[in-house]
């Protein structure tokens, strides 16, 4: 009987090895890209997260 468990646990130590070494590493998302400068002195802008994109409204 120890040598079946010996054999289930071999078998399920092979399928996550496997797994650990197939899976891609984590890549971050990409920075937004750096806000332009308004002209005049005094600039609001405000950034709205679209999921991939980024809409900016600047006054």
Avoid: E, H
């Amino acid at each position: 009987m120890s040598s079946r468990i010996a054999t289930t646990l071999a078998a399920i130590a092979m399928t996550l090895s496997l797994g650990a070494l197939a899976a891609p590493a984590a890549v971050a998302a990409p920075l937004a890209p750096a806000p332009t400068p308004a002209v005049g002195s005094i600039a609001v802008c405000l950034n709205l997260p679209l999921g991939s994109a980024s809409i900016s409204f600047c006054i």
